[in-house]
């Protein structure tokens, strides 16, 4: 599956790890994590970097392909059309202030897959306007890993209910984000979904496994979470 290829992928978002190098515990690689990350369940991986440079940042995209290709994990990069471009990655995840959708499907081939982060129900009209593959819901929750204090920033369950509602009768898939941990998981999965039962096609975590000594337990147990979710009638 590269941006190149004529189908576009379908893609599982049950477990989306999105990376962060900066959380990996001392003695861990990025490459280890990740390796560990994908043996344990994760189905899609994001490539998210707020500082590298150009160059290191392709690398790293490369790296990444590399290795998920291996295990049949589609990548996507954050924010960066030439990088995705570049190292033949499955499509990009842009963020509200990133590359309007519809100039990044212009710049992309048409099977590659766009996500978009969304905070409200504004921007989700606007990215099924846009033709979005996928939403990122959220802040679900204060976290750390990413500066959310701006108001509106966390939606939270109810928000994202109200999120999930507008996005009924679509096939645009969705996973929440921010702050999700095991202990919380559950609770997300079940809380989220729209009066008419539309729900989340996954959950999306940095530091639930970027900063886990265990990453490959850290996503076996939120993959078993989010299957045994998925397999309730
Ligand atoms: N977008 C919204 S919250 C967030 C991003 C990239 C960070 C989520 O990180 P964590 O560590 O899973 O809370
Ligand atoms: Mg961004």
């Given at each position: 599956m590269t941006v190149t290829s004529q189908a576009k992928p379908?893609?599982?978002?049950?477990?989306?790890?999105?990376?962060?190098?900066?959380?990996?515990?001392?003695?861990?690689?990025?490459?280890e994590c990740l390796e560990?990350?994908?043996?344990?369940?994760?189905?899609?991986?994001?490539?998210?970097?707020?500082?590298?440079?150009?160059?290191?940042?392709?690398?790293?995209?490369?790296?990444?392909?590399?290795?998920?290709?291996?295990?049949n994990v589609p990548v996507l990069i954050n924010d960066r059309i030439d990088i995705a471009l570049a190292s033949g990655a499955d499509g990009i995840h842009v963020g509200q202030t990133d590359m309007p959708l519809a100039e990044a499907r212009k710049l992309l081939p048409p099977n590659a897959i766009i996500g978009v982060s969304c905070n409200n129900i504004?921007?989700?009209?606007?990215?099924?306007?846009?033709?979005?593959?996928?939403?990122?819901?959220?802040?679900?929750?204060p976290t750390n890993t990413k500066d959310v204090t701006e108001p509106g920033r966390i939606p939270g369950i109810s928000g994202t209910q109200d999120m999930l509602a507008v996005l009924e009768g679509t096939t645009i898939q969705s996973v929440?984000?921010?702050?999700?941990?095991?202990?919380?998981?559950?609770?997300?999965?079940?809380?989220?979904?729209s009066p008419n039962g539309?729900?989340?096609?996954?959950?999306?975590?940095?530091?639930?496994?970027?900063?886990?000594?265990?990453?490959?337990?850290?996503?076996?147990r939120l993959a078993k979470t989010c299957s045994s979710w998925k397999s309730v009638p």
């Open positions: 379908h893609v599982d978002y049950s477990v989306y790890l999105v990376t962060g190098r900066e959380l990996l515990p001392r003695g861990k690689t990025y490459t560990e990350a994908l043996k344990g369940g994760v189905t899609v991986v994001q490539v998210r970097e707020k500082t590298a440079e150009t160059g290191e940042f392709l690398s790293i995209a490369r790296q990444t392909i590399e290795i998920c290709r291996r295990y504004e921007h989700v009209k606007a990215a099924i306007a846009g033709g979005a593959d996928y939403l990122g819901l959220g802040s679900i929750f929440a984000i921010g702050g999700i941990k095991i202990d919380n998981l559950a609770r997300v999965l079940h809380g989220c979904s539309h729900g989340l096609d996954g959950i999306a975590v940095v530091s639930e496994i970027m900063a886990s000594p265990e990453p490959r337990i850290a996503a076996e």
